[in-house]
């Protein structure tokens, strides 16, 4: 069973559309996170969310809102898609309350715009 | 706010010769560190992880890292790397729980000759 998933694993698609991207965790964590690895494999997070309630939201163009339905999904929609959106985006999770910490990440999302 | 140095953003050793890859972090309390490593097309699994105690920590795939509070490093090092070992390698830093967004460092990418 492959603990934190994500759907699609690769997107391309035009410039201006809206897109998608899943993310569900099998682990049970309390807290799911969505980064960012750029082009040049450099690693930010753009939002976290600790049993269904957003957390951080670090400083990312409201085109992107993150939703999480249930502890174990948070899914990223992105609007109005522009090429410097294209990047790999990794979902992850962890167990923040009893502090063990460490977040397991997902295969990633190669969005492409074009 | 914490931050990650990884000096090396790519290093070349020998199969079968040793490994040390560097990291510095700051951070003003006692911080969470973690090596992860990613494979071509794939996500990031976790090495190993530095929470309290002991400051060698060993971790899967015969990796271990130092945790030095002096120098505000978290090295990792393999007494003898196999083929299997290129990748992408990320240091980062966690706050205490509660917050535990990750902040990477820039990730240094291991070339192993034959």
């Known amino acids: 069973d492959t603990a934190v998933s994500q759907t699609p694993k690769y997107l391309v698609t035009q410039m201006g559309n809206d897109k998608s991207i899943k993310c569900e965790q099998n682990l049970g964590h309390d807290t799911m996170y969505w980064y960012k690895q750029d082009s040049k494999k450099f690693l930010k997070i753009m939002f976290s969310y600790n049993n269904k309630e957003l957390i951080i939201n670090e400083t990312v163009p409201n085109r992107f809102s993150p939703k999480s339905p249930d502890k174990a999904h948070l899914n990223l929609h992105i609007n109005s898609l522009e090429l410097g959106d294209s990047a790999v985006y990794f979902c992850?999770?962890?167990?923040?309350?009893?502090?063990?910490?460490?977040?397991?990440f997902g295969q990633g999302t190669r969005l492409t715009v074009v | 706010a914490q931050s990650v140095t990884q000096p090396d953003i790519h290093i070349t050793v020998s199969e079968g010769a040793s490994l040390e890859l560097r990291c510095n972090y700051s951070?003003?309390?006692?911080?969470?560190l973690f090596w992860y490593v990613q494979s071509p097309g794939q996500g990031l699994q976790l090495l190993l992880k530095y929470f309290s105690g002991d400051t060698l920590v060993q971790g899967i795939k015969g990796f271990e890292a130092e945790f030095k509070r002096s120098q505000s490093s978290f090295n990792l090092r393999k007494p003898s790397v196999h083929w299997s070992d290129a990748a992408e390698y990320f240091c980062a830093v966690g706050t205490n729980f509660g917050n535990e967004k990750l902040t990477f460092g820039t990730g240094t990418r291991l070339t192993i000759i034959p």
């Open positions: 992850a999770s962890s167990q923040v309350s009893n502090g063990a910490g460490e977040a397991f």
């Open positions: 951070y003003g309390a006692t911080p969470y």
